[in-house]
């Protein structure tokens, strides 16, 4: 496998996530305002992390089907969030993008900063020719920055998503490279 691509921006660096981010990582991903709108139940433990969320990771790159970095401040080595795709398709050069972030970072333009490295990943290095974003109808943030990097709402997923003993309806979003 070639060597995890590192994404350098403005003010973040987007890095592998590694078991030893776990702990960083259970401050938010325990956090049930962040973990609602993954359709999660919050994290009991940084173990639970490594084990989960960052196994699935690594095993998304292997399989093909994806790749998550780290969102980690130029200054600071400190994952407070992650960002990437997951669910490619290539042989129909298309990938979900899905991305959350730490509350106390919440509404600086960060999020969008890795949104914009990562489209910008997927169409170039990627190959994709399109890009969805599932997204909780009642989770307007969300909803705002990917119109705000030109993805447009296609429609209701009806029941789309099994999580907190219901069916959740969700939104479908997507850009084409031709958009981007």
Request: glycine share 6%; with cysteine.
């Amino acid at each position: 496998m070639t060597p995890f691509p590192t994404i350098t921006t403005e003010r973040l660096i987007l890095r592998e996530i590694t078991p030893a981010d776990a702990t960083a990582m259970y401050e938010y991903l325990s956090d049930p305002e962040v973990t609602k709108q993954m359709a999660l139940d919050p994290y009991e433990s940084p173990k639970a992390i490594a084990d989960e969320e960052i196994r699935w990771y690594h095993s998304i790159r292997e399989q093909g089907t994806g790749i998550r970095w780290g969102i980690t401040l130029k200054d600071k080595n400190i994952v407070i969030g992650s960002c990437g795709f997951l669910n490619r398709a290539k042989q129909h050069s298309r990938a979900e993008i899905g991305f959350e972030l730490h509350p106390a970072h919440w509404r600086k333009g960060i999020a969008s900063e890795a949104i914009q490295a990562v489209l910008s990943y997927g169409f170039q290095t990627y190959e994709l020719q399109r890009i969805e974003a599932i997204v909780d109808p009642a989770n307007t943030g969300s909803r705002q920055i990917l119109q705000k990097h030109g993805f447009i709402e296609e429609g209701r997923l009806r029941q789309y998503e099994y999580f907190a003993g219901a069916f959740q309806d969700v939104l479908m979003y997507s850009i084409l490279k031709t958009e981007s």
